[in-house]
């Protein structure tokens, strides 16, 4: 079970509180940052993590990220190391705090290792994600935002991709499919009982970091995604990019994407759960986080140079496998039913990103 703070079986204060899964990593740390930056003392926060992607530095009982943001914020983050799968230690944390709704981020995210380890992901990510359901029905807490992804769409049909795009089909990996299957289930477990509330929201490619520069994107070993990849070569950890492809039907042959900045995906999170004292949100939500504006890695490339004034060398490579060539978001529907828009720019994106990696090159261990 391995809790930092778990005590006893009885609360420890009865405030209500946010349950944040997987809050110690890269999307979970900035949304929690934001929520304790905006949110009044009456709200709590309680993260749970396995800390199988994230950082603690030896003899701290919270992760860096963690650690960072109560600095930060001056504002207690109670943390318990434990994994979602653990039924006796979930039903602990909610035994212990008044948990009102849960923010899932919690899940193993690496797609080419979800390639030959499938049996890993499912169980993380599916088996887990039912045990947390399960935790959160016996404690009659039914309000949930969920860590969705683009990816459930698969090869895009139509573009831009808007919530009605079909899912499920074509997925090339069982990370993906295991977001698409958690989907399924979240609409069952909604059609069998009318408590339920979910909002799935389906990033496209988070990018960014806290402006501070203090919190960021800290993959372990090399990054699989493009913007932690070119901040690695740009601040000298890494010698070249690889662009993977050269020859799509794309402005310049280069996959293009809808990259997001993290902060507005807190924002994103925030808009969901205001969500949840409107009628109108019982039952199951999926809604897109993205710009609407797609730009080819070379475009990345570019912009990020500017922003950090360093080059950033790279040669073609061939396609990676599972690779689509256009990817972005109709965002509209969140404007409508969250009131949320994505703010920040590509410049935005890139400089925050390289305040962080400039300052931390070897991330939360630097
Ligand atoms: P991350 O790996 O930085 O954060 C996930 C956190 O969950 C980590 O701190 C990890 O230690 C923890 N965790 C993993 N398995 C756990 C378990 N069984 N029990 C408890 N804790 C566990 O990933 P992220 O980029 O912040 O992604 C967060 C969520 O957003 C994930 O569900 C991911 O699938 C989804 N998502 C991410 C992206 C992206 O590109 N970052 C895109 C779309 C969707
Ligand atoms: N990409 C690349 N080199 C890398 C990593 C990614 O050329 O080292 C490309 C990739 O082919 C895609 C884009 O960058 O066109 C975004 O890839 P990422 O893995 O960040 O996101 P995803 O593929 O999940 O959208």
Known sequence: MGGDTLNEDKRIDMTRAILVTGGAGYVGSHTVAYLLE??????????????INSYRKP??????SLRIIEDMTGKTIHFYNCDIRDVQAMHRVFQNHLIECVIHFAA???????VTKPLEYYQANVSGTCTLFEVMRDHG??????????????????????????????????????????????????????????????????????PSGRIGEDPRGTPNNLMPYIAQVAVGRLEELQVFGSDYPTVDGTGVRDYVHVQD?????????ACF???????????????????????????????????VPWRVAARRAGDVAVNYADASLAARTLGWRARRTLADMCADTWRWQSTHPHGYAT
Request: glycine share 10%.
């Open 108 to 114: 193993l995210k690496a797609v080419g290792e979800s």
């Open 277 to 311: 004292n409107k009628t109108e949100f019982t039952g199951f939500h999926a809604i897109n986080l993205g710009t609407g504006t797609g730009y080819s890695v070379l475009q990345m490339v570019a912009a990020f140079e500017a922003a950090s004034g360093k080059r």
């Open 265 to 273: 995906l807190a924002e994103g999170h925030a808009g969901a759960l």
């Open 38 to 51: 905006n949110m009044g003392n009456d709200l709590e926060i309680v993260v749970v993590d396995n800390l």
């Open 141 to 210: 807490v039914h309000k949930l935002v969920y860590s969705s992804s683009c990816t459930v769409y698969g090869e895009p049909q139509r573009l831009p991709l808007d919530e009605t795009h079909p899912t499920g089909a074509g997925l090339t990996n069982p990370y993906g499919r295991s977001k698409y299957f958690c989907e399924e289930i979240m609409k069952d477990l909604c059609a069998s009982d009318k408590k339920w509330s979910v909002i799935s929201l389906r990033y496209f490619n988070p990018v960014g970091a806290h």
């Open 59 to 64: 003899g701290q009982k919270k992760p860096e």
